[in-house]
């Protein structure tokens, strides 16, 4: 099993960048897992971000943000990473790292999830 603790969210101006970070845990290896990342707004559902292949090598990103975020790994020191860019007041939601041991494609298979951090961007 993998535990799952995210950190790098904070408030930032509509354009602005942050850096999502997770650290994964546990008596398992890291790289095992796909790793994804998820948020939910108030109110909304919680919508797929981005996700990652096992070794890092293929990457996918939902619509809303595709082009803006950039997903990575590394296995070495058992982390996901989520690079946002050009950021939006509609970014705005709690943001939870997850991971699955099926194909990283695969949004509800995530199965693993993290406290979620907290993204604010003001307009």
């Known amino acids: 099993q993998v535990q799952l603790e995210e950190s790098g969210g904070g408030l930032v101006q509509a354009g602005g960048s942050l850096r999502l970070s997770c650290a994964a845990s546990g008596r398992t290896t890291f790289s095992s897992y796909a790793m994804g990342w998820f948020r939910q707004a108030p109110g909304k559902e919680r919508e797929f971000v981005a996700g990652?292949?096992?070794?890092?090598?293929?990457?996918t990103s939902g619509d809303s943000v595709k082009g803006r975020v950039t997903i990575s790994r590394d296995n070495a020191k058992n982390m996901v990473l989520l690079q946002m860019n050009s950021l939006k007041p509609e970014d705005t939601a709690v943001y939870y790292c997850?991971?699955?041991?099926?194909?990283?494609?695969?949004?509800?298979?995530?199965?693993?999830w993290g406290q979620g951090t907290q993204v604010t961007v003001s307009s």
């Open positions: 997850a991971a699955s041991t099926a194909h990283y494609r695969d949004v509800a298979a995530y199965h693993y």
């Open positions: 990652i292949h096992r070794n890092g090598a293929f990457t």
